[in-house]
């Protein structure tokens, strides 16, 4: 049996099978480049959206997407922004640039590695203009950290982790730093429109850059990394409009019900977007993604009330809560369109994916971690799995592994002592959205759905709204053995329990799989770059900085502290 396990491990590593796929057409029908556009919400919860079967409230825009598209209904990424922004733009796992450990804090001095190349500077030289609109969060304390230096042409929006919805102001949770300013047009300070909430201001800005980019003659890059539904500042953590709450007066728990307003609004930026694609006759040469960079925290730092549910754990967890992620796909490019793609697939496969379906070539070079699955993806809805290692998290600071290998989990070591190695939400049964018992015509009523139901291959109807519904519906299996991964290693059949109720570890029949993740661990480990992470500086404070987030690293410190909060001195300086 070990014999086999190995082998099929060996198999998964010599990957030029899957490379010889990806010389195969992108399926373009014509030779001009396809836009890409990349939509990411930010801890955003697994079961958040209403394709997954909840009702609590609603989300038409996003549902639309993923029924007249695929729903990305296996997609995995890191449980926290910075590694999981990290994986996406670099198409590598953290461990191979510094970013395993923990997230970039705003008062940190360093980045994700500079020795990895970017989505963004790879498109660029395809010829693509390539911009950023929202959250940055890989290092900003040199230029040479921040987005374009990294190969966007623009950037509008924050560098760090987060900010006040209204005020674009940061306060780190941590050492007592003052209040910052984070927002800009490229390297500069912007401060127009000031009171306009985040998520309108960042989505009037993709329609602008979506609206002149015909004028360019470039195909369009576009990564929209949206605030919502993350928290806000722990003064005021959740905000959305107050026509935004009225709708959801139905739900009984403040913060949850905020956090409704918070998604619905994200759920209409979806809508403008691909309003806004239409609109300008763009829609139809254009690949679309939206996703959540991982799971929701619906308790603890950060809480968002986020539910990650039927999963276990949550963001920055190891556990499919903290690691799978709600995601769908758009393109009149892909020939399984109105499909579930069921298909594993990591954020890091996006790079060579997209690569692919607009005809780069990658250099083996790169060394990428993530696969092109394109073939899968544009091709049929019967196209063959591809057996995918995913690498979860392998942290040696708090003695955390994780990885995923065709049907099985290997996991070791958990954080924050396993208060969140559990099922954190429930899906609400009582608070339904008044909009539940027309939720197809909601759908089909959407601007999304206006916009994509042109492109469809078969009408968007009731049944087949359903029956996609049900074919995403993650059955739990039986609980059988739990697991400590604080105390003992854990071993899941993900394809018969997803929701990682009976350890296999002990099972004598497994002990060949067990031993090979474990093996396969050791070799990741050997690879492996220490992570980039480095201690708090002081004089990165905004009291020493004109109350604003700089490049502290190399602009020089004020020599007197200033009084910084919600209002004062950022561009009135």
């Known amino acids: 049996m070990r014999v086999v396990i190995l082998s099929a491990l060996l198999l998964l590593l010599n990957r030029d099978w899957v490379k010889a796929e990806s010389t195969t057409s992108s399926n373009r029908t014509n030779n001009k480049l396809p836009n890409i556009i990349i939509i990411l919400a930010d801890d955003m919860g697994f079961d958040d959206v209403s394709f997954r079967g909840g009702r609590e409230f609603l989300t038409p825009n996003i549902d639309a997407l993923a029924y007249h598209g695929r729903i990305l209904d296996r997609l995995y990424a890191p449980a926290m922004c910075t590694p999981s922004r990290g994986a996406l733009l670099s198409g590598k796992y953290p461990i191979h640039t510094g970013t395993q450990h923990f997230v970039i804090s705003n008062e940190e001095p360093w980045a994700l ?29 040199k230029p040479e950290y921040t987005p374009t230096h990294r190969g966007f042409d623009y950037h509008y929006g924050y560098w760090g982790g987060y900010i006040d919805y209204y005020q674009r102001r940061a306060q780190m949770p941590v050492d007592n730093y003052t209040m910052g300013y984070d927002f800009r047009r490229n390297m500069q300070l912007e401060c127009s429109e000031r009171g306009v909430y985040v998520t309108d201001l960042l989505t009037n800005e993709a329609e602008r ?31 959305a ?3 935004e709450l009225r709708k959801f007066a139905h739900i009984k728990d403040p913060n949850r019900r905020k956090y409704a307003g918070m998604v619905s609004r994200l759920d209409q930026s979806v809508g403008r977007i691909i309003s806004a694609l239409a609109r300008s006759e763009q829609l139809e040469n254009s690949i679309v993604i939206f996703y959540s960079d991982n799971g929701g925290p619906s308790v603890g730092l950060f809480a968002n009330t986020g539910s990650n549910f039927p999963l276990k754990g949550q963001k920055n967890t190891p556990w499919e809560g903290g690691v799978r992620v ?9 020939e399984a369109r109105g499909n579930v793609f069921t298909q594993p697939i ?37 196209a063959v799995h591809v057996p995918r290692e995913i690498l979860h998290n392998l942290d040696d600071v708090w003695r955390v592994s994780s990885l995923m290998l065709g049907q099985w989990k290997y996991v070791n070591g958990t954080t924050s002592a396993g208060q969140y190695d559990n099922l954190l939400m429930y899906r609400e049964l009582d608070d339904l959205d008044p909009r539940a018992s027309r939720y197809v015509v909601e759908v089909r009523n959407s601007p999304a759905s206006k916009a994509l139901a042109p492109f ?18 993650v059955r739990c ?4 053995r739990g697991c400590n991964a604080l105390v003992e290693e854990c071993l899941f059949d993900l394809s018969v329990d997803p929701c990682e109720t009976n350890n296999l570890a002990y099972s004598k ?17 050997a690879g492996a770059v220490a992570p980039g992470n480095r201690p708090s500086a002081s004089y990165a404070d905004p009291s020493l900085h004109k109350c604003t987030w700089d490049n502290f690293e190399v602009k020089p410190a004020g020599s007197v502290r200033l009084e910084c909060d919600y209002h004062g001195l950022p561009c009135d300086a």
């Open 346 to 382: 990591y954020v890091g496969d996006f790079l060579p994916t997209l690569a692919h379906a607009v005809g780069i070539d990658l250099p083996q070079s790169l060394k990428l971690d993530g696969i092109d699955l394109w073939p899968q993806l544009a091709g049929t809805k019967d």
């Open 477 to 480: 299996g039986d609980f059988q």
């Open 209 to 239: 850059l979506i609206r002149e980019q015909p004028g360019k003659q470039k195909p369009l890059f576009l990564m929209l990394g949206h605030l919502a539904p993350h928290t806000a500042n722990t003064d005021d953590p959740l905000q």
């Open 456 to 473: 469809d291959l078969q009408r968007l109807t009731q049944s087949r709204i359903n029956n996609l519904s049900r074919a995403v519906k």
């Open 241 to 243: 409009p107050e026509e």
């Open 509 to 525: 029949p497994h002990s060949d799989v067990l031993s090979a993740l474990r093996e396969r661990i050791h070799q990741l480990r």
């Open 113 to 141: 590695s500079l020795n990895a190349t970017l989505m963004p500077e790879i498109f660029r030289e395809a010829g693509y203009s390539t911009n950023l609109i929202g959250k940055w969060h890989l290092g900003f304390a």
């Open 326 to 334: 709600a995601g769908a796909i758009w393109s009149p490019l892909l």
